[in-house]
Each structure stands twice: as structure tokens, then as C-alpha cells.
């Protein structure tokens, strides 16, 4: 293949982060994702939906997830 194992799993665990994240702001807005705008519900169903503690984590993994992601596809 084009890529390894090792690779191929790190694509796709950021993938799908990346879905859940993109999937919850549909539903919750028609904008770009402001926190403050989707208030406390709003990141709670953004914290569950991604199996993250708490939003600090979440944007620290997101950040993580897409250096990754670049690093790989380069």
C-alpha cells in the first residue's frame, strides 16, 4: 500500500473525530462552531459525541488529530 498500518489507523482515528465534530456542529448550528453560541448542552453532546473529557482535551486532540493527518498526507 501507499501508507502503512500505523498510518492508515492514525487517518482514520482522525477521521472519524473529525466526523463527530463536523456532525454535531450541523445540528447545533448553521455556522462555523462557537462554543459560547452552543452554550453548555451544546458542548456537552460535542464532549460525548467525541468521548472526550472536557473541551481543553478536545481542541488539544483536534489540533494533535490534524498535524497528524497533514504529516502523513505530505
Known amino acids: 500500500g501507499l501508507i502503512g498500518k ?3 489507523e492514525t487517518l482514520a482515528a ?3 473525530l473529525f466526523w463527530s465534530v463536523q456532525a454535531v456542529t450541523r ?3 448553521e455556522a462555523e462552531l462557537d462554543l459560547e453560541a452552543i ?3 451544546g458542548q ?3 464532549l ?3 468521548a472526550m473529557p ?3 482535551v478536545l481542541a488539544e486532540r483536534f489540533a494533535a488529530a490534524k498535524a497528524e493527518a497533514a504529516e502523513i498526507l505530505e
Open 6 to 8: 500505523a498510518e492508515a
Open 14 to 16: 482522525s477521521y472519524r
Open 27 to 29: 445540528l447545533l448550528t
Open 39 to 41: 452554550g453548555e448542552g
Open 44 to 46: 456537552a453532546m460535542l
Open 48 to 50: 460525548r459525541e467525541t
Open 54 to 56: 472536557d473541551i481543553a
